[in-house]
């Protein structure tokens, strides 16, 4: 058989985008990785083994779905464009082990797929050169379903991966970081330089892993915790009574039940969201739901 030449190659991407007459689409998000060191860097940064079920979102032309493929027990692949999935039925040919879905990430129900691929309760490692358009929508998606997950390993914008352990009260602190801190712990593996692309992004990118952390103070609804955190940072400039008056309402009733929440809490009102912890959100939540305000 002849020798396959590796999908991330400069030379073997532009020949296959010739081929298809396809360009890169920036609505998609779409840069290619042509660079072998980086994708190997990826592969072995999440570990993959021939025990492991891997997911990668956004396959592109394949060049990572490839590397998963030689080193993982199976790979399921989620694409939004109709015409990368027809490139990658060719690329992908020599791989047994793969399957693409043609869907867009974000509507997928990704426990209840995993579970009729891989069986129920199987453990995956998430691994992507993200779009970086929805980099933070999908970060979240994932932390906040019932996946077992042993690692995640994405490329993204640096810009994005500075917000994943962002320090209290800097820019980058926010709804992102305190994701991140309820369920993960956050390291950088590599930086990216744009030349490993096609096209070239006018960022810089890194090779961020996650791995799975569980939360010190645990909460029976993480969504309503983080629906409190997400109002209080709705307008960042704005203190966080401010913010709530705004998302529960200005009635006299309501300022009262406030009060009292940040009192319990031990919050003062004039405070910043960008000031607080996730173990003060955590408290201020608690206090809230006893309050009634989280139903
Ligand atoms: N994995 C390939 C690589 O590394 O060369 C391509 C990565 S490219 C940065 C992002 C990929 O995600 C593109 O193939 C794009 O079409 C796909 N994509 C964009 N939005 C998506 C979505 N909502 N759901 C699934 N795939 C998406």
Do not use: C
């Amino acid at each position: 058989m002849a020798q396959t030449i590796d999908i991330a190659n400069p030379t073997r991407t532009q020949a296959i985008l010739n081929e298809y007459g396809l360009r890169a689409k920036k609505k998609f998000g779409q840069n290619f990785l042509t660079d072998l060191n980086v994708l190997h860097n990826i592969v072995e940064t999440a570990e993959i083994t021939a025990e492991d079920y891997v997911i990668e979102i956004g396959p592109g032309i394949g060049a990572l779905t490839e590397q998963l493929a030689r080193s993982a027990k199976k790979v399921l692949a989620f694409e939004i464009d109709s015409q990368m999935v027809e490139v990658l039925a060719d690329t992908l040919k020599p791989y047994d082990n793969v399957k693409v879905i043609e869907n867009d990430v974000l509507k997928v129900d990704l426990a209840k797929v995993i579970s009729e691929e891989f069986g129920d309760n199987a453990h995956v490692k998430i691994v992507a050169n993200l779009p970086y358009y929805i980099t933070t929508p999908i970060l979240i998606q994932l932390l906040r379903s019932n996946i077992n997950w042993d690692n995640i390993v994405v490329m993204m914008q640096r810009e994005v991966a500075d917000r994943l352990n962002a320090a209290v009260g800097t820019k980058s602190y926010g709804v992102l970081t305190l994701t991140i801190q309820y369920f993960a712990q956050a390291t950088l593996a590599v930086k990216v330089p744009a030349s490993s692309f096609n096209p070239s992004p006018n960022v810089d990118s890194a090779v961020v892993k996650l791995t799975p952390l569980k939360p010190t103070t645990v909460v029976e609804n993480v969504g309503k915790l983080f629906g409190v955190i997400k109002g209080s940072f709705s307008h960042r400039r704005k203190s966080l009574w401010n913010n709530m008056l705004q998302t529960y309402g200005k009635d006299a009733g309501t300022k009262e039940q406030l009060t009292v929440a940040l009192k319990s809490a031990q919050i003062d009102p004039a405070i910043r969201a960008e000031r607080l912890n996730l173990e003060q959100f955590t408290q201020l939540y608690l206090a809230l739901r006893d309050q009634n305000l989280t139903q």
